[in-house]
């Protein structure tokens, strides 16, 4: 059994700052052996990819719409993954989702194995 729990969202103005985190357990689930991808999901939308990084943390790779604004990190001691979201807009309010495939840089949301129940971000204008 695999669990990816996601925390840190919460309701903040445009141009505030959050910190997403992603911690991973599992008894079967080695964390340094996954990559780890942050998706979101606006409401009557689908769920989009946001950031993924490699399972040594060496190579990112974003989508065009949070390049320059998010950085995606890990922590494989600690077995977390973190997304840091700068310079927010209204249009990144979405339930964000982190993921856990064992591949290089899967962007597509079909590759990947474990997902994380969500957890809310709001940007008020």
């Known amino acids: 059994q695999v669990q990816l729990v996601e925390s840190g969202g919460g309701l903040v103005q445009a141009g505030g700052s959050l910190r997403l985190s992603c911690a991973a357990s599992?008894?079967?689930?080695?964390?340094?052996?996954?990559?780890m991808g942050w998706f979101r999901q606006a409401p009557g939308k689908e769920r989009e990819f946001v950031a993924v990084i490699s399972r040594s943390g060496g190579s990112t790779v974003y989508a065009d719409s949070v390049k320059g604004r998010f950085t995606i990190s890990r922590d494989n001691a600690k077995n977390t993954v973190y997304l840091q979201m700068n310079s927010l807009k209204p249009e990144d309010t979405a339930v964000y989702y982190c993921?856990?495939?064992?591949?290089?840089?899967?962007?597509?949301?079909?590759?990947?194995?474990?997902w994380g129940q969500g957890t809310q971000v709001t940007v008020s204008s």
């Open positions: 599992g008894r079967t689930f080695t964390f340094s052996t996954h990559a």
């Open positions: 993921a856990a495939d064992y591949d290089l840089l899967p962007v597509s949301r079909n590759e990947y194995d474990y």
